[in-house]
């Protein structure tokens, strides 16, 4: 059965950082583009960063970019989001996500949410 | 960005009734491979999104056939053929085409 586990998101202040894990178990992890997607409060989905299967190519929307950086661990199954100068607006529940084939994700976890607050 | 955008955004629906929810996108998702990579996804109170379709109208694995996706280049639908009481939620429409992927803004299904 194909998990993903979210965790490292807590409260955080302006300006501040943190680095949300993802730990996957049942498939092969080396074999799927992974990505970050992150939900508000309240509110729609948004695609946050995706990644190739080593790492290699990166994309970021670009309401993030600079201070956003994804990254992952082959040997250990894990995806990583290092989120830094963090702002109001960057509250929200983050997900991690497998892709599969092209255009799409098929399995999502369960979230882990970050709130930026004074 | 392309613009996802759907409707209504929110939709009473009746036990046992059809239900449609519209799609429409500011650039057309026909990829340079030629597949449409068009999806849906479901998101019951609480829960994380669930892929329902994928490329306009291929069901995953157990999605219920009540279920069905349509549509091409910049204009899709899903439909329900008829509601039942797990189906409440947001519903997105989400592009794979062309990055950053972009959802539509979810139509709430809720009970009349």
Same mark, same amino acid.
């Given at each position: 059965?194909?998990?993903?586990?979210?965790?490292?998101?807590?409260?955080?202040?302006?300006?501040?950082?943190?680095?949300?894990?993802?730990?996957?178990?049942?498939?092969?992890?080396?074999?799927?583009?992974?990505?970050?997607?992150?939900?508000?409060?309240?509110?729609?989905?948004?695609?946050?960063?995706?990644?190739?299967?080593?790492? #290699?190519?990166?994309?970021?929307?670009? &309401?993030?970019? *600079?201070?956003? @950086?994804?990254?992952?661990?082959? +040997?250990? %199954? #894990?995806?990583?989001?290092?989120?830094? &100068?963090?702002? *109001?607006?960057? @509250?929200?529940?983050?997900?991690? +996500?497998? %892709?599969?084939?092209?255009?799409?994700?098929?399995?999502?976890?369960?979230?882990?949410?970050?709130?930026?607050?004074? | 960005?392309?613009?996802?955008?759907?409707?209504?955004?929110?939709?009473?629906?009746?036990?046992?009734?059809?239900?449609?929810?519209?799609?429409?996108?500011?650039?057309?998702?026909?990829?340079?491979?030629?597949?449409?990579?068009?999806?849906?996804?479901?998101?019951?109170?609480?829960?994380?999104?669930?892929?329902?379709?994928?490329?306009?109208?291929?069901?995953?694995?157990?999605?219920?056939?009540?279920?069905?996706?349509?549509?091409?280049?910049?204009?899709?639908?899903?439909?329900?053929?008829?509601?039942?009481?797990?189906?409440?939620?947001?519903?997105?429409?989400?592009?794979?085409?062309?990055?950053?992927?972009?959802?539509?803004?979810?139509?709430?299904?809720?009970?009349?």
């Amino acid at each position: 059965e194909v998990q993903l586990v979210e965790s490292g998101g807590g409260l955080v202040q302006p300006e501040g950082s943190l680095r949300l894990s993802c730990a996957a178990s049942g498939f092969l992890f080396s074999s799927n583009w992974m990505s970050w997607a992150r939900q508000a409060p309240g509110k729609g989905l948004e695609w946050v960063a995706i990644i190739n299967q080593d790492g #290699s190519q990166k994309y970021y929307v670009d &309401s993030v970019k *600079g201070r956003f @950086t994804i990254s992952r661990d082959n +040997a250990k %199954n #894990s995806l990583y989001l290092q989120i830094n &100068s963090l702002r *109001g607006d960057d @509250t929200a529940l983050y997900y991690c +996500a497998r %892709n599969v084939g092209a255009g799409t994700v098929d399995q999502w976890g369960q979230g882990t949410l970050v709130i930026v607050s004074a | 960005d392309v613009v996802m955008t759907q409707s209504p955004l929110s939709l009473p629906v009746t036990l046992g009734q059809p239900a449609s929810i519209s799609c429409r996108s500011s650039q057309s998702l026909v990829n340079s491979d030629g597949n449409t990579y068009l999806n849906w996804f479901q998101q019951r109170p609480g829960q994380s999104p669930r892929r329902l379709i994928y490329q306009v109208s291929y069901r995953d694995s157990g999605v219920p056939d009540r279920f069905s996706g349509s549509g091409s280049g910049t204009d899709f639908t899903l439909k329900i053929s008829r509601v039942e009481a797990e189906d409440v939620g947001v519903y997105y429409c989400m592009q794979g085409v062309h990055w950053p992927w972009t959802f539509g803004q979810g139509t709430r299904v809720e009970f009349k």
